[in-house]
């Protein structure tokens, strides 16, 4: 079959599986926070020992509005507003080891945003001693942030390396200027350079690129540009994906331009296909779903390793069964369970001023969630499956091999006996793949839209 015929058969809006349940899935009626902390503790005196947490920390202020943006931030340009949110945080942190017996062993730390950099480099640090105060960081943890080409100084990187940050990903979407008008991100390449060079020099031994396909007004040809330039550059890792158009879940924020600005799902794929061919030519290897690394790289190594995660930030090389996510909207993850904290920054300090975990929403797993999540977890890391063990089976299993007939048929997956395979060919359909096997969607098929199209 024409790759055309697959994007319009296979074009159906579906989850990035940065978990299992997805978060409109989860069953919020019987979830709680004494839940939630009992399944953190209990992984935690399970994991902490031997392979240490995760940490992610949301810091969601940003100067100005790129309409591409599907994340929780605030907009200002009032700098007060660091100092309190910080310091909220770091009393989150402390609630979080009051509930530990042994202090957390750090294995990865990440800061996202919003733009971290628009914390000044001194309140970085303050933020960073504050945490490590309270734990061990481990040997081999792997620390890192999102930065924003524009505004990352020498002061932000030296300050954080000394810390022992090695990873940073910029914000780089797209080389053309109509494209940048769109999206509201005006970065020229210039800035780009700066700041990956003095990453470098500052130590950062992995540095990212952020590439973003499907823009409005974007064009194969501007694909051509920005790979072009991205690899005089030569970062560490790229991710390559796709925008995410949600306008009904985030408003007004993607609406800077018109739906008939966006290109079609055949461009996009053009813009795709064109776009991976270019990093695969460059030296990239592709990992996963929608992200390249070279072969010197943690992400690569991780695959060769066994030890690629995927979870709440995405494709990570540390493994750990554990992440506590900290500041407003974060999401902590035990294995067992999940829980979201309050989005609005007001709400958030005011609980945890008050001693309350800012915690709004969240699922505890059962049994049958914890074996989906294996087969999601292992096709979205590895592009394969089985279900030789009691650990992999499921009683609806034969419904979803069912389901996934026509994609074999389409040379999409290849299954054999107790085992199934995404195929080249298939891998940019994985999404779709694990649809097959995400029972609580098939259950209770949305009446309107609530992810964005897979292609």
Not at 346 to 351: D, G
Not at 388 to 417: A, C, H
Request: glycine share 6%; proline share 4%.
């Amino acid at each position: 079959m024409q790759a055309s015929n697959f994007i319009s058969k296979y074009n159906v809006p579906g989850p990035r599986y940065t978990s299992y349940p997805t978060v409109p899935y989860w069953d919020e009626d019987s979830f709680s926070s004494k839940k939630w902390v009992h399944s953190l503790v209990k992984s935690y005196n399970e994991s902490n020992s031997i392979e240490g947490i995760s940490l992610y920390i949301h810091l969601p202020f940003c100067e100005s509005l790129c309409t591409f943006c599907g994340c929780n931030k605030r907009i200002t340009k009032n700098h007060d507003v660091e100092l309190p949110y910080l310091k909220s945080v770091l009393r989150e942190w402390e609630m979080y080891c009051d509930l530990f017996d042994k202090r957390p062993v750090i294995r990865e730390l990440h800061i996202g945003g919003g733009t971290p950099t628009f914390f000044s480099a001194e309140n970085l640090k303050l933020l960073l001693d504050g945490i490590f105060n309270l734990a061990k960081k481990s040997p081999d943890a792997e620390l890192s942030f999102e930065g924003h080409p524009n505004n990352t100084a020498s002061a932000h990187l030296e300050t954080l390396a000394d810390l022992g940050f090695t990873r940073v990903s910029y914000g780089v979407q797209d080389y053309n200027s109509k494209v940048q008008k769109a999206i509201h991100r005006i970065q020229p390449f210039e800035n780009v350079k700066s700041a990956t060079e003095n990453a470098r020099l500052a130590g950062f031994t992995s540095v990212g690129h952020d590439i973003i396909f499907g823009l409005p007004f974007q064009t194969k040809e501007d694909i051509i540009n920005t790979i072009e330039k991205t690899t005089q550059l030569m970062p560490d890792r790229i991710a390559f994906y796709s925008y995410a158009h949600v306008p009904w879940i985030k408003g007004n924020g993607q609406r800077g331009f018109k739906e008939e600005d966006l290109p079609t799902a055949e461009e996009k794929r053009a813009q795709y296909e064109t776009g991976k061919q270019l990093l695969l030519d460059a030296g990239y290897v592709e990992i996963g779903m929608d992200h390249f690394a070279l072969k010197t790289d943690s992400l690569y190594k991780a695959v060769g390793n066994n030890s690629l995660h995927r979870n709440f930030m995405g494709y990570t090389s540390s493994k750990t069964q554990a992440m506590i996510g900290l500041g407003v909207s974060a999401i902590s993850d035990s294995w067992y369970g999940f829980a979201q904290n309050v989005k609005g920054v007001e709400e958030y300090q005011h609980l945890v001023k008050n001693n309350i975990l800012p915690v709004f929403r969240g699922h505890i797993l059962n049994r049958e969630d914890l074996v989906i999540r294996r087969h999601i977890l292992n096709l979205m890391c590895r592009l394969k499956t089985a279900w030789f063990t009691l650990n992999y089976s499921f009683d609806e299993l034969p419904e979803v091999l069912s389901q996934l007939e026509e994609m074999k048929n389409d040379q999409l997956v290849k299954i054999d006996g107790k085992n199934l395979q995404v195929t080249e060919a298939g891998r940019p359909f994985v999404r779709n793949v694990c649809m097959a096997f995400d029972l609580r969607m098939r259950r209770n098929k949305p009446e309107t839209q609530l992810f964005s199209m897979c292609i």
